[in-house]
């Protein structure tokens, strides 16, 4: 594991399209499948990374708490599943299920997706408003594994509210920190330099 942080995407950038599939209902996800929302949550995630399992309960609160509001949620899992199989598809639809996710839950296999958001590290996190342009991209709180903090979501938390009540996201924002995505040999995007992260 290579401790990472998010890549930090210039605010204010289109969210990029993407075509995958909901490995719990199998139905096809893009953006289109969000419109109408006021805004949309992108979030990458892994099965097996310590980061992601720390949170996981939050990031399935956070699908409930806002749903009446209209916030759209997608997770997506981009890491390589053949030296990583416990984030193959039917393991990211076991954490869906065991964690209760109301929100689609997609594959990204081959890594396409992670690319086109600049995806570094798990969790990470990228917010758009209504008319899908980046407002926040960075940490769900300040709580790590071992720093003992409690889980909150308080950043992304305060950034959902401000965009669901129409509202500026403050642009000083913190990067999420994680496992690196575990990219297919050779597939390494530029932007990954497995340097190891300060938090």
């Known amino acids: 594991m290579v401790r990472t942080a998010s890549t930090m995407l210039p605010l204010g950038v289109s969210a990029p399209d993407f075509n995958l599939t ?5 139905k096809p996800i893009s953006l289109a499948t969000f419109a109408g929302k006021p805004a949309l949550l992108v979030m990458f995630i892994s099965v097996h990374c310590p980061f992601v399992k720390h949170v996981q309960a939050q990031l ?12 759209g949620v997608v997770a997506i899992g981009s890491n390589d599943i053949e ?3 416990d984030d193959a598809p039917e393991h990211l639809q076991g954490l ?17 997706v992670a690319k086109a958001y600049t995806a570094a590290c798990t969790p990470d996190f990228f917010l758009f ?14 709580s790590r594994p071992s720093n003992g903090k409690p889980v909150t979501g308080q950043d992304l938390r305060q950034a959902i509210e401000l965009l669901l009540a129409g509202k500026e996201v403050d ?3 913190r990067p999420s920190i994680g496992c690196n995505i575990k990219w297919i040999p050779g597939n390494e995007p530029e932007y990954f330099t497995g340097v190891r992260a300060e938090d």
């Open 22 to 26: 909901d490995v719990v209902s199998e």
């Open 60 to 71: 399935a609160q956070i699908g409930k708490d806002y749903a009446a509001q209209g916030l």
């Open 83 to 85: 030296k990583y199989p």
């Open 96 to 112: 869906a299920h065991s964690e209760g996710f109301n929100f689609p839950v997609c594959a990204d296999l081959d890594q396409v």
């Open 129 to 142: 408003d209504s008319e899908r342009y980046l407002a926040y991209r960075g940490q769900l709180d300040d």
């Open 171 to 173: 642009p000083n924002q």
